[in-house]
């Protein structure tokens, strides 16, 4: 089972910008970011092929959020700028084979404890 830790998240103005950083024990295939808002399904939002480095965004998010990666640290990453208050959620860093894919998060087996965002209008 892989660890994964998420830290980075925090209170910003709509437009701001903020990094999600998740620090796993190992990678796995996939690697992504997920979030979950208050009474909402959790969606994805960015997933990395880490054989591949080839990436996948949500339509909501697409040239706004980045997803990255330090193999290096073990870390996973999520810059995300322009943010706006439909961006506000528990954002979650996720692990999964090569068969997971962002539309469906439980094709990802393990996962952190999620880190808040809030963007104030």
């Known amino acids: 089972q892989v660890q994964l830790v998420e830290s980075g998240g925090g209170s910003v103005q709509t437009g701001g910008s903020l990094r999600l950083s998740c620090i796993a024990s190992?990678?796995?295939?996939?690697m992504g970011w997920f979030r979950q808002a208050p009474g909402k399904e959790r969606e994805g939002v960015a997933v990395i092929a880490t054989d591949t480095d080839s990436t996948a965004y949500a339509d909501s998010v697409k040239g706004r959020f980045t997803i990255s990666r330090d193999t290096a640290h073990n870390a996973l990453y999520l810059l995300m700028n322009s943010l706006k208050p439909e961006d506000t959620a528990m954002y979650y860093c996720?692990?999964?084979?090569?068969?997971?894919?962002?539309?469906?998060?439980?094709?990802?087996?393990?996962w952190g404890q999620g880190t808040q965002v809030t963007v104030s209008s």
């Open positions: 996720a692990a999964g084979a090569s068969t997971a894919y962002m539309k469906n998060p439980n094709s990802f087996g393990d």
């Open positions: 190992l990678y796995r295939q996939r």
